[in-house]
């Protein structure tokens, strides 16, 4: 009885006079709240997706499950969606379309936000890129290869990014879009509330952490799940702000399987340790001619025949590896934080240019 009330309330709700938006701002909010629910509640239902200290979520059995039922959810709401858009809203199937970021494709649309992305973790692809050697496996593709072919990496790459900013972009933004009298005008609201919807969705890791970890303090867990809540919330409005612009739902998939591969970026600390230490004296020579030095000027000769002698010379002088791998770690950790601080003004200064698309959903002449 309950399905057929909220039923019929959601089909008035759908009716309206010319003077209201196509979508009145209650049946967005419904759409909103069922979309969030379809796409996380599946997940509970079954012990085959459910999480347990026996079975995790990174288990490939749960993995293989949880993509089924997102796959069949996201299925569920784009019908749902579309059949709003085409029998209520009389919009085009064309139009349709282009509200929901699917056509047109535009390349160079697509890739230029992803660029943008690029510049704010210019820090880390430095630090990954250049200080840990990755460079010729990104060129040789190897590990983009051996991601894709695991499961953990075919979920955090393809099918969460594509399914993820399917429901929450694609299918979410333009039904409050349309729920508003004014979308360009009302730009601001769509950008900054509803990504709340996709932060929302990630609290259930909370309850699957103690599921998984059931003697973690409840502290921890839950300003870890804050925490979540917060990034993933802040993403929501870049990626909102993205999808208005260019109106692609690809250049947003793109960001985000982007940002999954990426992580957080380093903040604080050193970089490059380990680079420093295979250049700055972690070498089997280095090490030999480093020891030689300390006998010669300490008298124990035992440090390079292996015999352990008694000191003679409490004060004894800083091995030259040692002294290389600081002068390395320095230098790179003060590039890392020069690129990073570059990267992060010309992700300020490109912030508009970069997102500039004719496919967009709103005007954005007034800012």
């Known amino acids: 009885m309950a399905p057929m009330v909220l039923g019929l309330r959601l089909w008035q709700s759908l009716a309206r006079t010319e003077d209201q938006p196509i979508i009145s701002a209650r049946t967005a909010a419904a759409l909103s709240i069922t979309y969030t629910a379809l796409y996380v509640l599946p997940f509970y239902l079954s012990s085959l997706t459910r999480p347990s200290p026996d079975l995790p979520r990174d288990s490939p059995s749960v993995i293989r499950a949880r993509v089924r039922l997102v796959t069949l959810s996201c299925t569920i709401c784009s019908v749902i969606t579309i059949c709003i858009l085409s029998f209520h809203a009389h919009v085009p199937r064309l139009r349709i379309l282009k509200l929901l970021g699917w056509y047109p494709i535009d390349i160079a649309g697509t890739a230029k936000p992803l660029l943008l992305t690029a510049l704010l973790f210019a820090g880390p692809l430095f630090e990954k890129g250049v200080v840990e050697g990755r460079w010729k496996e990104w060129m040789r593709g190897r590990r983009l290869y051996e991601c894709l072919n695991s499961w953990i990496g075919w979920r955090n790459y393809v099918a969460g990014p594509f399914t993820e900013e399917l429901l929450f972009r694609s299918l979410l933004l333009p039904v409050a879009f349309l729920g508003q009298p004014n979308p360009s005008a009302s730009k601001l609201r769509l950008i900054l509330l509803t990504p709340l919807y996709f932060g929302i969705a990630h609290?259930?890791?909370f309850?699957?952490?103690k599921l998984t970890h059931p003697r973690t303090p409840l502290l921890p867990t839950l300003l870890m799940t804050l925490f979540q809540f917060a990034y993933t919330t802040v993403f929501g409005w870049y990626a909102a702000f993205v999808f208005l612009r260019t109106g692609s739902l690809w250049s947003v998939v793109l960001c985000h399987a982007f940002c999954n591969w990426m992580g957080?970026?380093?903040?604080?600390?050193?970089v490059g340790r380990t680079?420093?230490?295979?250049?700055?004296?972690?070498?089997?020579?280095?090490?030999?001619?480093?020891?030689?030095?300390?006998?010669?000027?300490?008298g124990d000769q035992g440090a390079v025949s292996g015999r352990s002698q008694p000191r003679r010379n409490g004060n004894l002088p800083q091995p030259r590896g040692a002294d290389r791998h600081w002068r390395w770690e320095v230098a790179w950790t003060a590039a890392y934080y020069t690129v990073l601080l570059s990267g992060v003004l010309a992700f300020w200064k490109?912030?508009?240019?970069?997102?500039?698309?004719?496919?967009?959903?709103?005007?954005?002449?007034?800012r």
Request: negative net charge.
């Open 264 to 270: 957080l970026p380093r903040l604080w600390g050193k």
């Open 350 to 366: 490109g912030f508009w240019a970069l997102t500039r698309s004719e496919a967009g959903l709103v005007d954005w002449d007034g």
């Open 275 to 298: 680079a420093a230490r295979e250049l700055g004296g972690s070498r089997r020579a280095d090490q030999l001619m480093d020891a030689t030095v300390l006998a010669e000027r300490s």
């Open 203 to 205: 609290i259930h890791h």
């Open 207 to 209: 309850y699957e952490f």
